[in-house]
């Protein structure tokens, strides 16, 4: 089963791409099933090319072919030491700029993602970049956040633009345990937590491809978290409902018994975490802080 799934954060440098090679290396194989190549579509620009002093950016040569009209993207992959295989961005943010308008806009990261399973870095997750396109495309949209007040606020404040009004399947990651129970953070933000990353410099320089620590590449502790991460995702995207068919008039049709729960709104209340947890490990301090209208059941 191939699928694509996008990760950003919403602000800082969580460590999204790190987390999206280490997802992509983690992901497991099986006979038969779909191959998956991380994408780094950030229009600020890409780091892997120069990590793995890579000699070029395969996301611009996919794009001059994207724009004559051939989409395909096998030609650009490279495998990277360690066998991850990866579409580079460019270094300068106005190339990477321009490929990743090409790519997202007119829909060849999501027809690559029919027969590969695609894991794309968007850098910031923000609807208005050229990589927004991307946002509504994916079968998984991963928030990549510091569990810390200020970066769960910023989650919380863009809940509905992120969940496409609850509409999208969305999910948290973690990097660095959080102080409060994982319940708390997923109830707080409104968006289940998919799992923890764990802060681990050198397992991030490993999959960076420098040199660091004594342990394997795929046994730090990173790499063990980015494995189990990735086996989750890929039962997310083998759970996934099969597309409804299209009526001639292109409405989907909802299957009966089901019409119920298809469009179920709801009112959440979102809490963020306010002050410092209990001594008990609780979560004291959390405060409410706004109320979001969620319409659920009408993902793509
Ligand atoms: N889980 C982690 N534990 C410790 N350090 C990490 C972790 N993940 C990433 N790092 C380190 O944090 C820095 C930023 O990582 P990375 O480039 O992946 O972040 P990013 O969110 O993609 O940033 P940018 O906004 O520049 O694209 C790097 O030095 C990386 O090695
Ligand atoms: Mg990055």
């Given at each position: 089963?191939s699928?694509?799934?996008?990760?950003?954060?919403?602000k800082?440098?969580?460590?999204v791409?790190t987390?999206?090679?280490?997802?992509a290396a983690?992901w497991?194989?099986?006979?038969?099933?779909?191959p998956v190549?991380?994408?780094e579509a950030?229009?600020?620009?890409?780091?892997v090319l120069g990590?793995?002093e890579?000699p070029?950016a395969?996301l611009?040569?996919?794009?001059?072919?994207?724009?004559?009209?051939r989409s395909?993207?096998?030609?650009?992959?490279?495998?990277?030491?360690?066998?991850?295989?990866?579409?580079?961005?460019?270094?300068?943010?106005?190339a990477?700029?321009g490929?990743v308008?090409?790519?997202?806009r007119?829909?060849?990261?999501?027809a690559?993602?029919?027969?590969?399973?695609?894991?794309?870095?968007?850098?910031?997750?923000d609807?208005?970049?050229?990589?927004?396109?991307?946002?509504?495309a994916?079968?998984?949209?991963?928030?990549?956040a510091?569990?810390v007040?200020?970066?769960?606020a910023r989650?919380v404040?863009?809940e509905?633009q992120?969940?496409?009004a609850?509409?999208?399947?969305?999910?948290?990651?973690?990097?660095?345990?959080?102080?409060?129970?994982?319940e708390?953070?997923?109830e707080?933000?409104g968006?289940?937590?998919?799992?923890?990353?764990?802060?681990?410099a050198?397992?991030?320089?490993?999959?960076?491809?420098?040199?660091?620590?004594?342990r394997?590449?795929?046994?730090?502790?990173?790499a063990r978290a980015?494995?189990?991460?990735?086996g989750?995702?890929?039962?997310?995207?083998e759970?996934?409902?099969?597309?409804?068919?299209?009526t001639?008039?292109?409405?989907?049709?909802?299957p009966?018994?089901?019409?119920?729960?298809?469009?179920?709104?709801r009112t959440?209340?979102?809490?963020?975490?306010g002050?410092?947890?209990?001594?008990?490990g609780g979560?004291?301090?959390?405060v409410?802080?706004?109320?979001?209208?969620r319409?659920?059941?009408?993902?793509r």
């Amino acid at each position: 089963m191939s699928g694509l799934i996008v990760i950003g954060s919403v602000k800082g440098s969580p460590g999204v791409t790190t987390a999206s090679l280490g997802l992509a290396a983690g992901w497991p194989m099986r006979p038969g099933g779909a191959p998956v190549v991380a994408v780094e579509a950030d229009p600020a620009g890409g780091d892997v090319l120069g990590w793995y002093e890579l000699p070029a950016a395969g996301l611009v040569a996919w794009a001059a072919q994207a724009r004559s009209g051939r989409s395909g993207l096998s030609g650009y992959v490279q495998r990277l030491p360690g066998g991850v295989e990866v579409v580079a961005a460019p270094v300068e943010a106005a190339a990477a700029r321009g490929a990743v308008e090409v790519l997202a806009r007119g829909g060849a990261v999501r027809a690559a993602a029919d027969s590969v399973t695609v894991v794309v870095d968007v850098g910031r997750l923000d609807p208005s970049s050229p990589a927004g396109p991307l946002l509504g495309a994916a079968d998984v949209l991963v928030v990549l956040a510091r569990p810390v007040p200020a970066e769960l606020a910023r989650v919380v404040a863009g809940e509905a633009q992120l969940t496409g009004a609850g509409r999208r399947e969305c999910v948290l990651l973690l990097v660095g345990e959080p102080r409060w129970p994982v319940e708390r953070v997923a109830e707080s933000v409104g968006m289940p937590v998919l799992g923890v990353l764990p802060h681990d410099a050198q397992g991030a320089r490993r999959i960076a491809g420098r040199p660091g620590g004594r342990r394997a590449t795929g046994h730090t502790p990173l790499a063990r978290a980015c494995r189990e991460v990735a086996g989750r995702l890929a039962a997310e995207l083998e759970a996934r409902p099969v597309p409804l068919p299209a009526t001639p008039l292109g409405v989907p049709v909802i299957p009966v018994g089901t019409a119920g729960s298809a469009a179920v709104s709801r009112t959440a209340t979102v809490l963020v975490p306010g002050g410092a947890p209990s001594r008990e490990g609780g979560g004291g301090g959390w405060v409410p802080s706004t109320s979001v209208r969620r319409d659920r059941g009408e993902r793509r």
